[in-house]
């Protein structure tokens, strides 16, 4: 019997392949082939036979690749080898390292998500430097069939080792049914936001709902949902999706898909899909939650890009994916609000705590009353300034000038 | 640490920057006659074999080639097929780089036809020396340290063959036209002033005059026509490629942003790039900074490429100094272009002169396989020990007035920012920046930097941060393990040994 897992090639980079095949007798034999032996060679076959025992084996014949895989990822490969050949329940944890302990607002800026293969560990190491506001650990389109297993262990170990820099930790699961094997892969490992995939029915997010309550019985903090709309069918229900949970911060629209389902090609312009995009902003609004936009494909394409956010922010979207780092500067400066915007929420905020103070309960600019809502999106246009840069933490005082 | 001598001759050890003072005259060539040449100025032989005997060939002699048509070069190994076919051994190879194309020449260090290589050892002619199987111990010096180490008579090269795009038969050669085009000749001027006998190989042969004469027929001693003397597609390459990686755009966005918010750009400033992956994205966003700000450069020193070419048509440079050129547009341009300037090592380089202009510059952007706590940097060595890359320039463009050194903190798990560098190429005085993915550092040595971007949104680091940053994502590594002997010696760029690099123990 042997268990496999991992990549390997000439191309592969921070990456292994791991064979685990079990034997009667004569222990432990490690064979290793590194790039980084003389560095991490030792350490590499500690942590290993550390895993080994962990999962008491006793005689096997590993054999490890390695193209200077990290150990987060040396100890997923070898974990998803081991279980390929060993039944066993336990999981192999490296520590959650405290700078992956934070947790998100439902209400935070998502201008930009970046999407990242759930197997591929050399996109995930440098995923947080790029500063997204979101980072996808994605375990669905991303990952070939027979790779979905060793991804899980893969995201599972990313979740608690990678640091992220506070992009808010994201992990797309796969579609309902299947996407539930992965929760407990995710759930206990601080993750921020789940996207859900295909979403049709509120009662997939029960579901769901349901099995991280079950997981997560002693974490206090919330576990953000994103339901991805990428069906007629989804489209039509979106509204009851919007309010299936608590737990749901945005919904988003996925267009490749929903352009197939429809019959549809999907255009530069994408007229096909306006119905649809505009069902999901107002489904959102009317929940109280963010609308996200589905990614621009064209990656070398900047000018359509920026052209494409400029359509989406003026339907009513917040934010949108991104499938390369290139993306990300160019969706979150045009999710940003403009001057004109803050400005307006600058009056809006200031004349809302003014009215606090006095005590009265009716917040107005000149004759114009303002609603409780309308102050809501102001702070919340404030927090996108704020958090890039485009506002200073002291603007009250420079306003009081 | 240091030996007293290596390779049979004295040497001595660094001193520090700027503190070794050289003392006597420079080498001198030896008296030639017109006699002794041919009265029409014909001084064609039939084979490059021809010409090496007719050099006077024998055991234990320096022989020099050049780097102009990097991994496309067909004359190195050829001129020591020949040598081994005449019998003669232990020969020094005297390059001023190798590149992968020069494999072939392990089996000639093996044979006993070439006792060591004084130049740089790439990739597996590294770690052949680095595993102790060449007979003598190799050398390594910079693009103006192997100018300083001929003009001072540490090297006297017996026979300089150089590999010439274009050539008449009286000797003048360029590298502007003809198949194996790759602009400047800079490389072969010392060899061309000091070598005894000086052999000039080209595959397009025009008759007098050929001009420019970049290399000046009055030193040549032998012309030979070849067939082809280079790959062109590997000399230059069509199109150069700027990185597509996301991670390295972002260190090159990082250091235009920390160049620009330093006040290190400036209307008449200048800078030197390169012509890597992220060295070229650089000077674009060098490029978008100037018209922004509507200023212009006075200068840049080059490794010459189409987008610097672009720069220089579009009057944001105004001078290219060249020390090699990339691609095919840097060629067209060093031709077509007066202000478009070849340079050798003498004027770039040399330390033993009366200055260079490589200290003029005000931003130069360089590399290395390591930097460490006390910003020493090494380009010569990999963390695990190995020989991998030659010096190139990168010792003298040191004195530049601002180094930066845009690296990522970490290459498939191994550390660039490191405790103490593997091998001490570059002193850490002499480097200023370090911008990585993860943060920028600057030498504690320059307050004025660390003063002007006081208060910016620059993620500013020390050192020591980022050396814990990456040991906490990679793990802390192992050093590699040495035997005592010496495989190779590293010059500083005034001839004094910097540091050495002993026998590796594989892994």
Known sequence: ?401 | MIPDSINGQNVIPFQGVGKFQPSGRKAMPRISTCSDFPSDGNKLVKSLKDALIKSGIKDGMIISTHHHFRDGDLIAVKIFEIIRKLGCKDMVWFPSASFPCHRPLIELLKDGTVHRIEGSMNGPLGRFCSEGKMKGVGILRSHGGRYQAVQDGEVEIDIAVIAAPTADPFGNANGLTGASACGSLGFALADSQFADKVIVVTDNLVPFPCLPWEIQGNYVDFVVEEEKIGIPEKIVSGTTQMTKSPDRLHIAELTAKFCDESGLIGDGFSFQTGAGGTSLVISTFFRDIMRKKGIKARFARAGSNKYLVEMLEEGLVEYILDGQTFDLEGVRSIRENLNHANTSPFTSYNYHSKGNFAGMVDIVILGATEVDVNFNGNVVTHSDGYLLHGIGGWQNCLFGKTVILPLPLFRDRIPVIVDEVTTLCGPGELIDVIVTERGIAINPLRKDLLEKVKGSDLPIKSIHELKDEVEKICGKPKKPEFKDKIVAAVKWVDGTVIDVVRQIIPK
């Not at chain 1, 980084?36 to 550390?50: E, F, Q």
């Not at chain 1, 979740?159 to 299947?178: K, T």
């Not at chain 1, 107002?282 to 494909?297: L, R």
């Open chain 1, 1 to 401: 019997m042997t268990g496999t897992a991992g990549n390997k090639g000439d191309y592969i980079r921070s990456d292994c392949y791991v064979s685990v095949e079990l034997a009667q007798e004569s222990g432990i034999e490690i064979n290793l082939r590194s790039k980084v032996a003389s560095l991490y060679g030792d350490s590499i076959r500690n942590i290993s036979l550390d895993i080994l025992n962990f999962f008491e084996i006793q005689h096997a014949k590993v054999t490890i690749e390695d193209k200077g895989a990290l150990d987060f990822v040396i100890a997923a490969r070898l974990e998803s080898a081991i279980k390929e050949v060993v039944s066993s329940e336990k999981e192999y944890l490296l520590p959650l390292t405290s700078e992956n302990t934070y947790h998100t607002d439902k209400d935070k800026p998502r201008r930009s998500r970046l999407y990242i293969p759930g197997n591929s560990p050399k996109l995930m190491i440098n995923a947080g430097i790029h500063s997204a506001d979101g980072v996808i650990l994605d375990l669905e389109d991303s990952v070939a069939p027979d790779k979905k297993n060793e991804a899980r262990y893969l995201v599972r170990n990313a979740l608690r080792s990678v640091n992220f820099y506070d992009a808010e930790r994201m992990v797309r699961i796969n579609q309902i049914p299947e996407g539930m094997n992965d929760l407990k892969y995710i759930v206990p490992h601080n993750v921020n936001l789940i996207l859900l995939p295909k979403c049709e029915t509120a009662a997939q997010i029960k579901q769901v709902d349901e099995e991280i309550s079950q997981i997560a019985k002693k974490s206090e903090h919330q576990i953000h949902l994103m339901p991805i709309i990428e069906s007629a069918l989804g489209v039509i229900n979106a509204y009851s999706i919007a309010t299936a949970s608590e737990n749901i911060a945005a919904l988003a629209i996925g267009l490749e898909d929903y352009t197939a389902d429809i019959g549809a090609k999907r255009s530069e312009g994408g007229k096909e899909s306006f119905y649809a995009r505009s069902t999901i902003v107002n489904a959102a609004s009317a929940a109280g939650i963010q609308a996200i936009d589905s990614v621009y494909s064209d990656v070398s394409n900047m000018d359509g890009l920026r052209e494409n956010v400029a359509n989406s922010k003026a339907l009513g979207f917040v934010g949108m994916g991104c499938i390369h780092p290139r993306q990300v500067r160019i969706i979150n400066t045009g999710f940003n609000p403009g001057q004109a915007e803050i400005e307006k929420a600058k009056a809006i905020v200031l004349a809302y705590e003014e009215a606090q103070r006095k005590g009265s309960g009716v917040t107005a600019i000149g004759s114009k009353m303002i609603d409780l809502p309308i102050v809501k999106r102001a702070l919340t246009t404030l927090n996108t300034a704020l958090s890039s840069g485009l506002l200073k933490e002291n603007w009250r005082e420079s306003e009081n000038e």
